[in-house]
């Protein structure tokens, strides 16, 4: 909890270590009530900062002092000076060791961050500053130093003893207890320092390199899990090919572990050599985790892996380079995970993802530029901006300079800065000289905070056979109010004619140049001009998504099914959907409110349909194309977001597409149910696709309400072998109108699972995010279920979460009681777990999206928070920000 008034801490303010810790000699005594933690520090005053011996500060809090000793000299309470968060010595020389035991408490330790217990096992979580709740230490990720790590504790209950690095030594003590040393042989900040000790069972397998040496990979379980690691494993040795072939990147030690725990505040960590993920992102196997499940278990192994090159060999000077290596990192999973599965899905997932979630941060009170310029809590800053947009701007770098210049210049950064703490210009840099240009106004991605806009206008000159289309940057207010300066926009592009076939490109002045192409706008108004255009041809625009810009260009409604169907870039046509049901969606908006009765433009059910029957078509891209625009997608394009009439609007159409387009949903979904039956369960692309198909049609089928439509929903539920089927017909009679058949389903799915944590997340999460009436009742019923806490965050989340997150017509309830009931869980969570309370808040903090009425009962909650006492700094920063 906070003590002092909070801090802000600024970029601007950077200065390098006064001191540096060569070597880190630690050793643990676990006990049941408290443990011990000797640190020896072998320390030298750091050349670069001159001459002179300043005071030695180190990092430490909720520490309980026992001894520190400078040189083998004992220090008395005299010669130190200690405050909450800080110990101060003064050193004699300019090498020397300093030695110092402190208690902790892990067996307490609810906030999840620095040394704590998850069930029965000890485990770790040091980034950013949890480090430092382990014992007195330069807790910053530009003092990098080799780790040796000893455990001790009681042979019975810990059979296990994990540190990073290679194993040295272990052996028994004569009282029951029993010890094991690590040595790390890399230099490494603390934030990747992990312990882990427990009764734990392990998959082991081998990876051999393309060097031809072999690692060990061990995957360690709670015994009960033993049997769900497999996928995990498939996926480590996927992504470990993976950096070899696409990055030239070998692992680097002989053994490399995962550890998955049940309480964990994020996914994973990417600890040296000792990865501890949370179990949700490591356990699947086909009875118990869905297709989701076991594409987010592939995709978060692989980030964690690759975090070992972009992350630890090469690391972070300061915390406001965090995208350095989480933008690249998500960029990395995510040409991986596209790899893997198939890439046009993927990039519609990324997309959708980023423009409902990382748009509503970039446009709300916590806005920051990819690299912010200061924070208060480093932790409130592990956020959708610093990743999934810091991943598209790494994807911009490469689209700038093509595949092959992206990687000589991943090589040269590599090879230049192995071993360094380093920044984002750094990176930009090696770039930039691999390359011989020059990424000075890219930069600008970095440090200006906001989605920018870009307005596109087009003219035709038939006289002349020119076609110009004129590109306008603009960029909202940000909190940080800075003034913009033009981004360089990478704007992927073709032209259509009206067979709908891409035509030659040609800029006035320039060479041909294929028939897509990517257009640099550096200017805040600019126009580029094709010629020999034989005729006015319409222009696909943003192919990939190539920049993350909210791109409006005037297409009327026929011209968005003609690209649906037309456009040679995939993701372009399911943006042309999306498109057309943001235009059909809006109006029926707009007829809500208006009073009027609700009439579904035909064109959306015409293109659907046409898609519907297009049996060419990859099926997990149908599925996608069949999928409307979420309601939180509307809610973030509209200028006040009306939630009622967004939910109405859509499952008006919802309900047009399922009535009209019965018999084509019908034969898909026994099409593929009659495959699935057929079929075991695999975990491939081709299998997710069919499920994916096969799922939506259901959730359609059932608006229905037809009996044949519950009898399959019930087979489904009872015959399939697998989650992903199980999970959707449960969730499917959970939205439907058959109380007792919802009822007899959400029974047998508790009993069938009560004893699986996270098939019971799913069964919370299922009721959290149905938006039939009474939603919030329901959720405090679930809080009371014996398998609900909120010291579990995957527990937090799945009905918390999922309830102000997903559900948004009962959360918005007009009369506050969603607001007031999550303001009081905040509260409650503050004291638990300050990182989980602040991640919870969001929702709130959006107020300004929504009506008079509903803007002063949310702001009434966040004031509420801000007095209710002793705010930790997570949700103090983002309350204050969110009321300023
Ligand atoms: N680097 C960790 C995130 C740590 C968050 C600390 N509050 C996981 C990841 O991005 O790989
Ligand atoms: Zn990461």
Redesign the pocket.
């Known amino acids: 909890m906070r003590t002092e008034q909070p801090q802000v801490i600024y970029l601007k303010d950077y200065q390098a270590p006064e001191y540096l810790i060569d070597e880190t000699h630690l050793t643990f005594e676990l006990f049941e009530d408290h443990s011990l933690v000797h640190a020896q520090l072998v320390m030298r005053r750091n050349p670069a900062r001159g001459a002179g011996l300043p005071p030695l500060v180190l990092d430490g809090q909720q520490l309980e002092l026992l001894s520190v000793a400078l040189d083998d000299q004992a220090l008395s309470a005299g010669d130190y000076q200690l405050d909450d968060s800080h110990l101060t010595v003064q050193p004699k020389a300019a090498t020397f060791t300093l030695d110092t035991s402190v208690k902790i408490h892990p067996e307490s330790n609810t906030a999840l961050e620095g040394l704590y217990k998850s069930g029965s096992m000890f485990c770790t979580?040091c980034?950013?500053e949890g480090f430092r709740k382990i014992t007195y230490y330069l807790d910053r990720p530009d003092v990098m130093s080799k780790f040796t790590t000893t455990v001790i504790a009681e042979q019975h209950r810990y059979p296990v003893l994990l540190s990073n690095g290679n194993p040295v030594g272990t052996g028994p003590q004569d009282d029951g207890r029993h010890w094991a040393t690590w040595e790390d042989p890399f230099m490494k900040p603390a934030y990747l320092f992990a312990l882990v000790a427990g009764d734990l069972w392990c998959v082991e397998d081998k990876f051999t390199r393309q060097s031809g040496r072999d690692v060990t990979l061990r995957i360690y379980v709670e015994p009960e899990n033993i049997d769900k690691c497999q996928h995990a494993m498939t996926s480590l040795k996927k992504s470990m090919r993976w950096d070899e072939e696409v990055y030239g990147r070998e692992y680097d030690l002989d053994i490399f572990m995962i550890v998955a725990v049940n309480d964990f505040?994020?996914?994973?960590?990417?600890n040296k050599g000792l990865n501890i993920f949370n179990s949700s992102c490591v356990l699947a196997r086909a009875e118990t985790a869905t297709d989701a499940a076991h594409q987010r278990v592939e995709a978060v192994v692989a980030?964690?892996y690759f975090?070992n090159w972009s992350g630890n060999r090469v690391t972070c000077r300061d915390w406001f380079q965090l995208s350095l290596k989480?933008g690249f990192?998500v960029f990395r999973d995510s040409e991986f995970s596209a790899d893997m599965n198939s890439r046009t899905v993927k990039r519609i997932e990324d997309v959708a993802y980023l423009r409902t979630h990382q748009f509503a941060e970039d446009a709300g009170p916590m806005a920051h530029a990819v690299r912010p310029d200061s924070f208060i809590e480093i932790?409130n800053f592990?956020t959708l901006t610093v990743?999934e947009k810091g991943s598209e701007v790494v994807r911009m770098v490469r689209t700038l300079l093509g595949a092959e210049g992206f990687r000589k210049g991943s090589d040269l950064y590599f090879e230049r800065h192995d071993g360094q703490a380093v920044t984002c210009d750094d990176f930009i840099k090696a770039m930039e000289d691999a390359n011989g240009v020059d990424l000075t106004q890219f930069k600008r991605w970095y440090s200006q905070a906001g989605t920018p806009r870009l307005a596109v206008s087009e003219h035709y000159d038939s006289a002349a056979q020119t076609y110009s289309l004129t590109f306008r940057q603009s960029y909202p207010a940000t909190p940080d109010k800075v003034e913009k300066k033009p981004f360089v926009i990478p704007v992927e592009l073709g032209l259509l004619d009206a067979q709908g076939n891409d035509i030659a490109l040609r800029l006035q002045g320039e060479a041909a140049a294929g028939t897509s192409r990517v257009l640099s706008v550096t200017e805040a108004e600019q126009t580029f001009t094709f010629v020999d255009v034989a005729a006015k041809p319409l222009p696909s625009l943003l192919r990939g998504f190539s920049a993350p810009v909210k791109l409006s260009f005037p297409y009327d409604r026929d011209q968005l099914m003609f690209l649906m169907q037309h456009d040679s870039d995939g993701f372009n046509r399911w943006e042309a959907g999306q498109q057309l049901s943001v235009q059909v969606l809006q109006e029926l908006i707009a007829q809500h409110q208006q009073g009027s009765a609700l009439v579904l433009d035909q064109r959306l059910v015409t293109a659907l349909g046409t898609v519907l029957a297009n049996e060419q078509l990859d099926q997990a891209m149908v599925a996608e194309m069949l999928s409307l625009p979420s309601e939180a997608y509307l809610t973030e394009i509209s200028e006040v977001a009306d939630v009622d009439a967004i939910h109405a609007a859509r499952e008006f159409a919802r309900k047009q597409i399922a009535d009209q387009l019965f018999d084509a949903l019908n034969a898909r979904y026994q099409a593929n149910r009659g495959v699935s039956r057929g079929t075991e369960y695999v975990a491939e692309a081709e299998h997710f696709a069919r499920r994916s198909l096969q799922n939506i049609v259901l959730s359609y089928l059932m608006l229905s309400g037809k009996p044949e439509v519950l009898a399959a929903t019930l087979e489904q539920f009872d015959a399939c072998d697998n989650m992903t089927e199980r999970l959707t017909a449960l969730a499917v009679l959970v939205n439907s109108p058959f109380e007792a058949e919802r009822g007899k389903a959400l029974e047998v799915f508790a009993e069938n699972f009560k004893d699986n944590p996270l098939v019971m997340d799913q069964w919370f999460s299922v009721q959290a995010a149905s938006t039939l009436p009474g939603g919030l009742a329901r959720v405090k019923a679930l809080m009371q279920h014996p398998a609900f806490t909120m010291k579990n965050p995957n527990k937090v989340r799945a009905l918390i979460g999922a309830f102000a997150g997903q559900n948004l017509v009962n959360f918005h309830a007009a009369d506050g009681s969603g607001y007031r009931f999550l303001a009081e869980l905040v509260i409650e969570l503050n004291a638990l777990n300050p990182?989980i309370a602040s991640r919870q808040l969001a929702p709130l903090t959006r107020w300004r999206k929504y009506d008079a009425a509903r803007q002063a009962l949310m702001k009434a909650e966040l004031e509420r928070i801000l007095a209710s006492g002793s705010l930790s700094s997570d949700v103090y920063e983002v309350v204050s920000k969110s009321l300023a």
């Open positions: 979580q980034e950013a505040n994020m996914g994973a960590m990417e980030h964690e975090h989480e990192t932790s592990y990743y990182q």
